[in-house]
């Protein structure tokens, strides 16, 4: 059996969970050649309607099921959604990739599902590639990933379900059709014609989350603990009109079932008014405009602002003011340091325990999760 490149004008949304089969898809009007990589009993991938078009938009039509490729140029994408259901709450949740460039010239969009002698129930692969400025997106909770190449492996759906989860393996490089499979070839994506070379490299993985653009090198989603790491050095900055933010990190964890983004190992955080905070993890959340550094025996959480240091257990800064406040832990304490002389009202003496009561300009998201949550100064916090 001829396996063609066919030309796709319609969008491609893949049904999720359902099984691919082992089959090509692309903008590409030029047939391959034959090639024993296709099974003769397999299907086509199922379609799910196109949403209603533009009235000012070329029409657009499906591709016929024909040996002739069709000729005209495609302006649609391909997409793939991930689905997982929390044990937690049981909620579902999806991460989606999506290729948002339309020529094979820029990258691919394969599909290949279990061959003849893989096992029934052997995950589904999909190959998205794109070198095009939008790149291949990933949406992962608040989240939105650019990256050049994304390999996805997707399990079968158990019985009543209408998705599954998989693994997702994001960084630069490229991908390829082979016009050649070797005869012993056993890898399955070389087995169904198409080459994937990863090439990881540092602020090739953009992340936007708000108004803050993270870079890092390499995106790993696994099922197992549904978390996606973004391995590092990571940085990034976070806009603001009086005093942006700028910082770093060693990696990023994105926990699906939390709904929570955290960068992890050494994060430095850098406001352009001064303002230095350290800690060993930061859970970050733009949209609330809020911050929660949390200190390890090795990275404790402290912020500096000229002369001024305030340490404690967990830090909750304001990404909007880039003030901080502290949260004391049980049996904990909270010290600041201070160059001027005497105190300020509501402030703390230098190496005296920090303990000002007042009202929380700033209350963490779970108020009853931080019931010691106070601002260092209860009339706003200390500023040099």
């Known amino acids: 059996m001829r396996r063609f490149r066919l030309k796709f004008r319609l969008r491609v949304a893949l049904a999720v969970g ?19 990589a296709v099974p003769p ?3 086509q991938p199922q379609q799910t309607p196109a949403p209603a078009a533009d009235p000012a938009a070329p029409e657009q039509t499906t591709p016929p099921e024909t040996d002739t490729p069709e000729a005209e140029p495609g ?4 997409s793939l959604d991930l689905v ?10 999806r991460i989606r990739i999506v290729r948002t460039g339309t020529s094979d010239d820029t990258g691919i969009f394969a599909t290949c599902s279990p061959q003849e002698d893989d096992p029934e129930d052997a995950p589904n692969l999909a190959v998205f590639s794109e070198t095009g400025p939008g790149g291949v997106r990933i949406t992962i909770d608040k989240n939105v990933i650019r990256v050049p190449l994304a390999v996805v492996t997707q399990q079968q759906p158990k019985e009543g379900q209408d998705g599954s989860d998989g693994r997702v393996e994001a960084s ?6 082979l016009d050649d ?16 070379t990863p090439k990881p490299a540092p602020d090739t993985v953009f992340v936007t989350q708000g108004k803050t653009e993270l870079q890092g090198q390499k995106l790993v989603y696994d099922e197992t603990d549904g978390i996606a790491r973004i391995d590092g050095p990571v940085t990034f900055r976070r806009a603001n009109d009086t005093d942006p933010l700028t910082g770093s990190s060693e990696r990023i964890e994105v926990n699906v079932d939390d709904e929570k983004t955290t960068l992890v190992g050494n994060v430095v955080l850098n406001s352009e008014g001064g303002r230095v905070s350290r800690a060993g993890r930061v859970e970050y959340d733009d949209a609330a405009n809020l911050a929660r550094l949390i200190g390890t025996p090795e990275q404790p959480a402290v912020s500096v602002k000229g002369g001024d240091t305030l340490r404690a257990g967990t830090i909750l800064y304001d990404l909007e003011k880039n003030e901080v406040y502290a949260v004391k832990a049980e049996g904990g304490t909270i010290t600041g340091e201070f160059v001027e002389e005497g105190d300020t009202p509501g402030g703390v003496p230098a190496g005296a325990p920090a303990t000002a009561p007042g009202t929380r300009p700033l209350p963490p998201p779970n108020p009853s999760e931080d019931p010691n949550a106070s601002p260092l100064n209860p009339s706003g916090p200390t500023s040099p």
Request: proline letters at 9%; charged letters at 25%.
């Open 18 to 36: 359902a099984a691919l089969p082992v089959w090509v898809l692309a903008q590409d009007a030029t047939p391959a050649t034959p090639t024993p």
């Open 41 to 43: 009993a397999q299907t």
């Open 75 to 78: 302006a649609e994408n391909a």
């Open 84 to 93: 997982r259901k929390s044990e937690g709450d049981g909620k579902e949740r």
């Open 172 to 177: 630069a490089g490229t991908a390829r059709y």
């Open 181 to 196: 499979v070797p005869a012993d070839a056993t890898a399955r994506l070389t087995r169904c014609g198409v080459e994937a």
